[in-house]
């Protein structure tokens, strides 16, 4: 959801901004976390729905490799990211090429021009950009980010791969059951009817359904296709995405894998913005946007315990927020001073667990599903020629 908060900031005064965040609440966060005293707040809606969101998409990951081809062959900051303003064809990407330009003309540091538009530059990849000021190695730090935003996309990848032939499955498996159904099964029944064979009770059941799609076919479909509309739309809806999402975590099987791969993203994010020369309490609160609520609630709490002075190994492991190898793991990391380098090494461990997991689950589940799809068929077809098979015995 996008926000527009009218907000008081040491450099411009009152202005206003606008935030992408889930809730009201976590766009408060985020304003204060950028240094806003935050005045009022309205939710702004979108126009044009999910086509408008396709069309304005930012590749952040494209604007950062050019960007960073382009200060390694020698250019200024400025002179980049006009060069790629000047060579961008999407219009929206264009302006908000050129205003970020035209902030930087006037003399501000680029993290607040990025700043400025949250819809193209999270905070993350902000909070990389103002550290790397700090130290003057932007370069660095954009390659830094660019490994971290394909090792990210490596791992959903993987995931996606993972599950595109079972989902095959399910359409194939789904279209040749309704075909079955909605217009096999139908004509049957209308041949068994006129030559008044006596039916077994479970064939007489699937023809009795497929006598009433035969009449109410048409009706039945735009049913269930108003009811697949009804359930997308509401999947999509925040709250009730949500509410799914905690329904998964209470299966132990699904819930402790995904708060593994929800850990190694929140690792490696930590160990980016640590290695780009982030505080850690900072680098804990920008991370954790990329937790589920429970687990969000829990680094609050190992947070304010590092703050207390508790070590981040000791206050990770008292909070539930490791695992026995990454709470070793963590220790080293801060007996050697290499924390963001370890943090790396964790993400790197879970990626891989969660790599094994995913190829075993795969392995398991996409027999199951070719063998249950094969017998739901399979009993179709066996009921529909039940008739039949008596008739030949009959006859001989």
Do not use: C
């Not at 990025?114 to 000021?133: I, M």
């Not at 730090?141 to 399910?170: E, F, G, N």
């Not at 509401?234 to 099987?253: E, G, S």
């Amino acid at each position: 959801m996008r926000f527009e908060l009218k907000a008081l900031s040491d450099e411009r005064g009152v202005h206003v901004v606008a935030l992408e965040a889930s809730d009201e609440a976590e766009a408060l966060r985020q304003a204060r976390l950028q240094g806003y005293a935050v005045l009022t707040i309205r939710r702004k809606r979108a126009r044009g729905g999910w086509l408008a969101k396709q069309r304005t998409r930012f590749s952040l990951t494209l604007f950062t490799q050019e960007l960073l081809a382009l200060l390694d062959a020698g250019l200024s900051i400025v002179e980049a990211i006009e060069t790629l303003a000047e060579k961008e064809e999407h219009p929206e990407t264009r302006k908000v090429l050129e205003q970020v330009t035209a902030r930087l003309y006037e003399g501000h540091p680029l993290s607040y021009a990025l700043q400025q538009f949250p819809a193209a530059f999270p905070a993350l990849f902000v909070a990389t950009v103002r550290a790397s000021e700090k130290t003057s190695d932007l370069s660095t730090a954009l390659s830094r980010y660019v490994s971290y935003q394909l090792q990210m996309d490596a791992v959903r990848k993987k995931v996606i791969s993972a599950s595109i032939y079972p989902m095959i499955l399910l359409f194939g498996g789904g279209l040749v059951t309704l075909f079955l159904i909605g217009y096999v099964v139908p004509r049957f029944s209308l041949v068994y009817d006129q030559i008044g064979q006596n039916l077994p009770l479970l064939s007489r059941v699937l023809m009795q359904f497929g006598q009433i799609l035969r009449e109410n076919g048409l009706s039945i479909f735009i049913a269930l296709g108003l009811g697949l509309a009804v359930l997308v739309y509401t999947v999509r809806q925040p709250k009730h995405r949500q509410w799914l999402v905690q329904q998964l975590w209470q299966i132990p099987a699904f819930g402790n894998r995904m708060k593994i791969y929800q850990l190694a993203r929140f690792y490696r994010t930590l160990g980016m913005l640590l290695q780009g020369g982030t505080p850690i309490v900072t680098a804990l609160h920008m991370a954790s946007d990329l937790l589920q609520v429970s687990l969000r609630n829990r680094l609050a709490l190992a947070s304010a315990s590092i703050g207390e002075g508790l070590s981040i190994s000791q206050a990770m492991e008292r909070h539930s927020l490791t695992t026995p190898v990454s709470s070793r793991m963590l220790a080293v990391g801060e007996r050697s001073g290499r924390m963001g380098e370890m943090m790396d090494r964790i993400a790197a461990f879970y990626d891989d667990e969660m790599a094994r997991w995913v190829e075993r689950f795969s392995m398991l589940f996409e027999p199951i599903l070719m063998a249950v799809i094969g017998l739901v068929i399979g009993v179709i077809v066996i009921l529909m020629y039940f008739p039949i098979f008596d008739l030949a015995a009959s006859i001989q």
